[in-house]
Nanobody, 116 residues
Framework: QVQLVESRGGSVQAGGSLRLSCEASGRTFPSNVMGWFRQAPGKERELVATINWRVGATYYTESVQGRFTISRDNAKNTLYLQMTSLKPEDTAVYYC?????????WGRGTQVTVSS
């Protein structure tokens, strides 16, 4: 069974940038449509962005439109989330999963902390 491993989170100041990675270890991604999710302290997990690599379509939640870019490198079995102009409200643990999240694929996530 494929495992999704998120990495490259960190702590940055507001306005900074990070690029998150999600590697599908052992096998290819479990779906053509993958997504990034995040969960802030005391809040429910929310969908941030999705990518359908077959048709080249992407989706972004309104709060990150114009600042985040989702991409996928199938040769490396890696999903990315390029985040720019980060805001304190982007602070959360970020996860990757299929766009309709499958409980089997939740990983540990990667922490992103944005200070003002």
């Amino acid at each position: 069974q494929v495992q999704l491993v998120e990495s490259r989170g960190g702590s940055v100041q507001a306005g900074g940038s990070l690029r998150l990675s999600c590697e599908a270890s052992g096998r290819t991604f479990p779906s053509n449509v993958m997504g990034w999710f995040r969960q802030a302290p005391g809040k429910e997990r929310e969908l941030v962005a999705t990518i359908n690599w077959r048709v080249g379509a992407t989706y972004y939640t309104e709060s990150v439109q114009g600042r985040f870019t989702i991409s996928r490198d199938n040769a490396k079995n890696t999903l990315y989330l390029q985040m720019t102009s980060l805001k304190p409200e982007d602070t959360a643990v970020y996860y990757c999963n299929t766009n309709r999240p499958d409980p089997r694929y939740w990983g540990r996530g990667t922490q992103v902390t944005v200070s003002s």
